[in-house]
């Protein structure tokens, strides 16, 4: 996984990411699925991702919770 350093911290992410918004219901209508979510999140790992987009907004902060 190529990666890329954030701003002046030297922070390290991977250039991927994954977007958690629909993982907690942040879309309207949208349904949660707990086990799908953290198993998506899992696999993301174990292909290198180190980037997570989420806010608090997102449920509020059931998305970081997750």
Do not use: Q, W
């Not at 198993?39 to 790992?45: G, L, P």
Request: proline content about 3%; some cysteine; charged content about 20%.
């Amino acid at each position: 996984m190529k990666k890329i350093t954030l701003g002046g911290e030297g922070l390290e992410v991977s250039r991927l990411g994954l977007g958690c918004m629909g993982m907690s219901g942040g879309y309207t209508g949208a349904g949660t699925d707990e086990p799908g979510s953290i198993a998506t999140i899992h696999r993301a790992m174990e292909l290198g991702v180190t980037y997570f987009d989420t806010a608090e907004i997102y449920g509020p902060y059931t998305n970081e919770e997750l």
